[in-house]
T-cell receptor, first 110, second 117 residues
Framework: KNEVEQSPQNLTAQEGEFITINCSYSVGISALHWLQQHPGGGIVSLFM???GKKKHGRLIATINIQEKHSSLHITASHPRDSAVYIC????????????FGTGTLLAVQP | SQTIHQWPATLVQPVGSPLSLECTVEGTSNPNLYWYRQAAGRGLQLLFYSVGIGQISSEVPQNLSASRPQDRQFILSSKKLLLSDSGFYLC????????????????FGPGTRLTVT
């Protein structure tokens, strides 16, 4: 079993739909990241959070430390949101190493 | 502002040939540096990380090595490539600060797509 599990692995949505991607982890963490990988491969950091909830535009990330679970929500989805969304967790220590989930491939159709 | 560069962007190499991928960071000092690989259909895997010049830690045994000859330069190398070395290689950096419990963003480079034929 991977230390970081994401679901679903693949997701197809219609433009305008509300989207949820889930991430569960089995290790103690100091922070959790949500990353977006575009078809060309470039990775952009969307959120880094260690508690509660963060919002940026149409994106919302939540984390429940007790349940070791995080969700990424996209409101009013758009075809340009199509990408792979990756959950990654970091343990303690100054090395800042990340453990990655395998990603969720999202396709938003017009 | 900080920027991270990787080159080349794409590379096709025959089995048994050497490899050198370079990553440089601008606009920061003494960063933590990381090399990741993403094999086809798989998640990102940490290969090496460095907390300072000449300090390299390897996460998985493999055919690759890393070096940090300068503060903001991180190089991934191989003497003889294998087919299994094909993948997408990403370099990343983060702030280097020895304070427990404080987490820092990692910033990723554009990546190098390596195909070993």
């Amino acid at each position: 079993k991977n230390e970081v599990e994401q679901s679903p692995q693949n997701l197809t949505a219609q433009e305008g739909e509300f989207i949820t991607i889930n991430c569960s982890y089995s290790v103690g963490i100091s922070a959790l990241h949500w990353l977006q990988q575009h078809p060309g491969g470039g990775i952009v950091s969307l959120f880094m959070l260690s508690s509660g909830k963060k919002k940026h535009g149409r994106l919302i990330a939540t984390i429940n430390i007790q349940e070791k679970h995080s969700s990424l929500h996209i409101t009013a989805s758009h075809p340009r949101d199509s990408a792979v969304y990756i959950c990654a967790v970091r343990g303690g220590g100054a090395t800042n190493k990340l453990i990655f989930g395998t990603g969720t491939l999202l396709a938003v159709q017009p | 502002s900080q920027t991270i560069h990787q080159w080349p962007a794409t590379l096709v190499q025959p089995v048994g040939s050497p490899l050198s991928l370079e990553c440089t960071v601008e606009g920061t000092s003494n960063p933590n540096l990381y090399w990741y690989r993403q094999a086809a259909g798989r998640g990102l895997q940490l290969l090496f990380y460095s907390v300072g010049i000449g300090q390299i830690s390897s996460e998985v045994p493999q055919n690759l090595s890393a070096s940090r000859p300068q503060d903001r330069q991180f190089i991934l190398s191989s003497k003889k490539l294998l087919l299994s070395d094909s993948g997408f290689y990403l370099c990343a950096w983060s702030v280097n600060f020895w304070t427990s419990g404080i987490s820092y963003e990692q910033y990723f480079g554009p990546g190098t797509r390596l195909t070993v034929t």
